[in-house]
């Protein structure tokens, strides 16, 4: 499994506390691609991971993020907690009354 949304999508279906955390997602997909590499993320140092981000051998943060997002926007079910605090039901009341109605009702 090595396209970035199927990482994200597992693991956003085996930990659902990682829907809510784009660093917490972040955090494991790199410490599962270090263990990949045959590396011991707990004995790794800092400024041996900093060179292998610049050199791209780590999954980009930001592409991690895209990729969660794209996935939430697609899945409504794979919304963390934080989506429906936020959103809420007065907004799919509001956009019902105006007559559009959200891609996961």
Same mark, same amino acid.
């Given at each position: 499994?090595?396209?970035?949304?199927?990482?994200?999508?597992?693991?956003?279906?085996?930990?659902?506390?990682?829907?809510?955390?784009?660093?917490?997602? #972040?955090?494991?997909?790199?410490?599962?691609?270090? &263990? @990949? !590499?045959? =590396?011991? *993320?707990?004995?790794?140092? %800092? #400024?041996?991971?900093?060179?292998?981000?610049?050199? &791209? @051998? !780590?999954? =980009?943060? *930001?592409?991690?993020?895209? %990729?969660?997002?794209?996935?939430?926007?697609?899945?409504?079910?794979?919304?963390?907690?934080?989506?429906?605090?936020?959103?809420?039901?007065?907004?799919?009341?509001?956009?019902?009354?105006?007559?559009?109605?959200?891609?996961?009702?």
């Amino acid at each position: 499994m090595s396209n970035t949304k199927d990482k994200v999508k597992d693991l956003i279906e085996s930990v659902p506390s990682l829907r809510d955390s784009d660093t917490r997602l #972040t955090s494991h997909i790199w410490f599962r691609e270090l &263990e @990949k !590499m045959g =590396l011991d *993320p707990f004995e790794m140092k %800092a #400024t041996d991971f900093f060179k292998m981000y610049a050199q &791209e @051998k !780590m999954t =980009l943060g *930001p592409t991690i993020k895209r %990729a969660r997002a794209k996935l939430q926007e697609e899945s409504p079910n794979l919304r963390g907690k934080k989506y429906f605090i936020r959103k809420g039901v007065a907004q799919d009341k509001w956009l019902d009354k105006l007559g559009y109605k959200p891609k996961y009702l």
